[in-house]
């Protein structure tokens, strides 16, 4: 609530995700990769926001098996925003790779494995949770799964994928941008979960 009101969950989200659009056309070209930046910065920020939104759902699954069933609505709602944030971060990313490297998909780089696979496993556990339909088995899903997309996040090996391009760049303003575009896509998806939320107590 603030000042009485109900938060504008849906018109937060709308306005952070026009924030995340504007630093991306303000995104200037990068020595190397030119314009193409823009779209590299566009797969990151959602495949990194992802992450994180993931963790923030581990946490709300951590809080509802220790007694606050009220997370238990949050906790599915992030579940299903980090995945689908997952899914459009990869598929951006078939643009610059397409640019790049001269394919959608290169199979085999291993950073490209990893992210099929979180995919894959992903939608099993949605299906399965679906399926199952106990609470306390998708909170205990949902935090496994997100340690184990963390491990594999940290874990995984490069080959053609840069290690670090953003960091490397000469540019000093080239990371501040980037990190308002990583939060920007943060805080829209959880402004968004918070609408999704408000619809599915007001349903109930």
């Known amino acids: 609530m603030i000042f009485g009101r ?14 995340w659009l504007l630093l991306l056309f303000l995104t200037p070209p990068e020595r190397t990769l030119g314009a ?15 992450v994180y939104v993931f963790l923030i759902a581990a946490l709300t699954a951590a809080g509802y098996l220790l007694g606050n069933e009220k997370l238990f609505v949050w906790m599915t709602c992030l579940g299903v925003v980090a995945f689908s944030l997952w ?35 992903g939608a099993v556990f949605l299906v399965l949770t679906w399926w199952i339909d106990q609470p306390k088995f998708t909170a205990i899903a949902q935090f496994i799964f997100a340690f184990i997309l963390l491990f594999l996040v940290r874990s995984t090996s490069l080959v053609r994928h840069p290690a670090n391009p953003i960091g490397e760049s000469p540019d000093r303003i080239l990371p501040l941008i980037y ?14 979960t918070g609408y999704l939320v408000e619809k599915r107590v007001g349903n109930d």
């Open 6 to 19: 109900k938060i504008p969950y849906l018109l937060l989200a709308i306005l952070f995700a026009a924030l």
């Open 36 to 50: 193409v930046l823009r779209w590299v910065f566009a797969h990151g920020s959602l495949t990194q926001a992802a």
């Open 87 to 121: 899914v459009l971060g990869f598929l951006i990313s078939m643009i610059p790779a397409k640019i790049a490297w001269g394919v959608l998909v290169d199979f085999g780089e291993p950073r490209t494995q990893m992210t099929l696979r979180v995919i894959a496993v």
């Open 179 to 192: 990190l308002g575009i990583v939060f920007s896509a943060v805080l829209s998806a959880l402004s968004f």
